[in-house]
C-alpha cells in the first residue's frame, strides 16, 4: 500500500515539474518577444511603457551587442510600434468605444491607457502572458477602475473562448488586432477572421487592424528615416530578429497584397473603411529625436488611410 502511495505521489510530482518546465519555455518565448515589442516602445520615452518594461528582469533584450544595426533597428521599431499604439488609442478615444478586446497585445500600454479612461478591457492572450499581464498591469491602474481589466487564456482561431470572451461585455465591442497575423498560417488568420465575424454579428462594433498593410507601412517608416536604398535592408534584419526569437518563419504574405485581403474580407461580409493611421502626431515620442525632414515624411505615412476598420453592415 505504502509502495503503491509513494509511486502516485512519485508520479504527480514528475508531472507537476514537466508542467512547471513547459509553463516556464511559453512563458520565456511567448513573453520575450512581447517583450521586446515593449522595449522598442519604452526605448521612445512613452511614460506607460517605460514603467511596464521595468517590470521584467530582461529589459533591453536586444542591444548593441546582439543587433548589429541596433540604433536604426531600434529607431524605426520604436517609431513603428508606437504609431500602431496611436492609431489604435484615437480610434477608440474618437468613437469612444467602452468595450475593448485586445487580441494578442501583450503588455500594451493602450490596456493602462483604456481602462485609466473607465474603459473595459480584455486582453485575449496565450497563457503565459495572460498569467504575467494579470501580476503586472494592475498596478498601472486607477483602484477605481481595476475590475474592467482582464486578462484571460484566448486563441483567437478558437470560436467557443473567444465567443466566451466577447460575452463578458454589454454593448458595442472593439476588436484591436495588431501584429498577431505574422505569427499564424493563412488558415488559422481565416478561423480568426471568421471568429471575429461572429462577434460582431452578436455584439455589433469593429474589428481595427494595421495588419493588411504592415509591410507597406514598416519599409515607408524605413525609408522615410533612412532613405529608399536602406527600407528593404531594415525590413529583412528585423524579419531576421523576431524570427530568431520566435523560432519559427513568419507568415509575412499570408493574402499577398492589400488588395486581395479586402477582396477576402468583402467575401466574408465585411464592409472595410481605411481611414488615416494616427490623425493627431502632436503627441508621437518617436518624432523629437528626428530632423524637420524625417519628421514630415513620418507625419504623412499617419495620414495615409492605412487603419483598416471593419464591420458588418
Known amino acids: ?78 517609431l513603428y510600434q508606437e504609431i500602431c499604439y496611436a492609431a489604435t488609442v484615437q480610434y477608440v478615444q474618437n468613437t469612444d468605444y467602452q468595450n475593448i478586446i485586445d487580441i494578442g497585445g501583450g503588455y500594451t ?21 495572460a498569467i504575467s ?3 503586472i498591469m494592475p498596478k498601472f491602474v486607477k483602484p477605481q477602475y481595476k ?33 498577431l497575423q505574422i505569427y499564424l498560417t493563412k488558415p488559422r488568420t481565416d478561423a480568426m477572421i471568421s471568429i471575429f465575424r461572429d462577434v460582431l454579428r452578436r455584439h455589433r462594433g469593429c474589428y481595427i487592424t494595421t495588419d493588411f498593410v504592415m509591410d507597406d507601412m514598416f519599409k515607408e517608416l524605413a525609408a522615410a528615416l533612412y532613405g529608399e536604398n ?5 525590413y529583412r534584419e528585423t524579419k531576421d530578429m523576431y524570427e530568431n526569437l520566435f523560432g519559427e518563419p513568419l507568415y509575412l504574405d499570408s493574402y499577398e497584397t492589400p488588395e486581395k ?10 464592409k472595410v473603411q481605411q481611414v488615416p493611421l494616427v490623425p493627431d502626431t502632436s503627441k508621437l515620442y518617436s518624432l523629437k529625436g528626428l530632423s524637420l525632414q524625417q519628421a514630415e515624411k513620418v507625419k504623412q505615412i499617419c495620414a495615409k488611410n492605412y487603419l483598416w476598420v471593419i464591420t458588418l453592415p
Open 1 to 78: 500500500m505504502r509502495l503503491k502511495l509513494f509511486a502516485t505521489v512519485l508520479i504527480c510530482a514528475v508531472i507537476f515539474i514537466f508542467n512547471s518546465k513547459a509553463l516556464a519555455a511559453e512563458l520565456e518565448l511567448v513573453s520575450y518577444s512581447a517583450q521586446v515589442k515593449l522595449q522598442w516602445l519604452a526605448n521612445t520615452g512613452m511614460p506607460d511603457a517605460k514603467k511596464i518594461s521595468k517590470e521584467f528582469n530582461t529589459a533591453n533584450i536586444y542591444g548593441k551587442k546582439n543587433l548589429k544595426d541596433y540604433d536604426r533597428l531600434e529607431r524605426l521599431n520604436g
Open 109 to 129: 500600454p493602450r490596456a493602462i491607457t483604456f481602462v485609466n479612461e473607465g474603459r473595459k478591457y480584455f486582453g485575449a492572450e496565450l497563457n503565459a502572458i
Open 133 to 135: 499581464a494579470t501580476q
Open 147 to 179: 475590475h474592467n481589466l482582464t486578462y484571460q487564456e484566448v486563441l483567437a482561431e478558437d470560436h467557443d473562448t473567444m465567443m466566451a470572451a466577447a460575452d463578458t461585455f454589454n454593448g458595442k465591442i472593439c476588436i484591436i488586432e495588431e501584429g
Open 230 to 234: 536602406s527600407a528593404e535592408t531594415l
Open 261 to 270: 485581403a479586402l477582396a477576402f474580407l468583402k467575401r466574408q461580409g465585411f
